[in-house]
């Protein structure tokens, strides 16, 4: 089987449904020879390498441990959904604090153990303020590390296919932006249907509504219909974003990505990007004064998400930066 690389790809949180979903579906896409499973639950961490042997994958080197010395050293790849899971009733802001310290540990072991790692994704919740507590102890560059955004699109873009009848792949341009939770910005002004604009679509505004909300409530949905948090697209997106990372296919859903702008300053937001082989590059985002204005909404959520991790003395603050991350 021919890999994209020989370099190491460590998973951490392998043992939890969303990680073992991760091994396989690097394993399957033929990422990387070289994949490390990380948990601090030892059995099902074991297992799941016994799992993967199981599978017969030819020319996949797989260890587990459950020692970040040993993980941790000489990754060049990482995705990470080391976190707590959200369970019903609860929102992805309920996860802060401790998954939080969580993220400024894995932070901490990327600068103590593998600071030449060239990208990492981190994807558990809330994964605006995980992946910026990551980046500031990690001591790396804002373009090496992202967190999960696309869910929001692809469910957006999953509730207007099913709404007009056609191919998910018939809709372009559903894009959702700022941040991953109850506030995120829903811009449909550039959607197109098979080619037709939204507006021409004679979608009622309730209607439209409907399906915004269904979108930001996508997770919670999963929580209901399956029981658990949502484990496959969380998987399969974030190893594409790392597979983008190592060269492979561009990823061009909306990631979470450091900004410092204008107009945007100190976090992590989703933005139209495109992760390639140098990493993660945005844009702005452009829409109607409805959808900026829910935009940054958006934002000011996120200001004080940060800020709240700042009181927590879970990172420092902002001014203080570049003391522990001289590349922010």
């Not at 043992?15 to 073992?20: E, F, L, R, W």
């Not at 990482?78 to 604090?97: F, Q, V, W, Y």
């Not at 991790?309 to 003391?323: D, M, Q, R, T």
């Amino acid at each position: 089987m021919k890999f994209l690389t020989d370099e190491k790809l460590l998973i951490v949180g392998a043992a939890g449904m969303i990680g073992s979903n991760m091994v396989q579906t690097a394993a399957m896409l033929g990422l990387s020879s070289n994949i490390c499973l990380y948990d601090i639950f030892e059995p099902g961490n074991n297992g799941v390498l016994a799992e993967m042997n199981h599978c017969g994958f030819q020319g996949v080197n797989f260890t587990a441990t459950i020692d970040p010395a040993v993980a941790f050293k000489d990754a060049k790849y990482i995705i990470s959904s080391g976190g707590a899971p959200r369970k019903e009733g609860m929102t992805r802001e309920d996860l802060l604090k401790g998954n939080c310290q969580i993220a400024a540990d894995f932070g901490d072991n990327i600068r103590k153990y593998c600071p030449d790692v060239k990208h990492v994704v981190v994807i558990f919740n809330p994964a605006d303020v995980t992946a910026l507590t990551a980046l500031i102890h990690s001591g790396l560059k804002p373009e090496q590390l992202t967190s999960l955004a696309a869910l929001d699109s692809t469910r957006l873009q999953e509730a207007l296919a099913k709404e007009f009848g056609v191919p998910q792949c018939k809709v372009s341009g559903s894009y959702t932006y700022g941040g991953h939770g109850e506030a995120m910005a829903v811009f449909a002004s550039k959607v197109k249907i098979d080619g037709k604009p939204l507006a021409e679509m004679n979608l009622s505004a309730e209607k439209f509504e409907e399906i915004k909300h269904n979108t930001i409530q996508g997770g919670s949905n999963i929580i209901k219909l399956r029981g658990r948090s949502s484990f496959q697209s969380p998987a399969y997106n974030a190893v594409k974003m790392i597979e983008a990372a190592m060269g492979g296919e561009k990823f061009t859903w909306p990631a979470g990505t450091y900004v410092c702008n204008e107009k945007y300053q100190n976090v992590m937001m989703a933005m139209p990007t495109v992760i390639d082989a140098t990493g993660v590059h945005y844009t702005n985002p452009e829409g109607t004064p409805e959808e900026m204005a829910a935009l940054e909404a958006s934002y000011q959520h996120l200001c004080k998400m940060r800020d709240e991790i700042v009181s927590l003395g879970i990172v420092p603050p902002v001014a203080e930066w570049k003391k522990s991350n001289p590349n922010l």
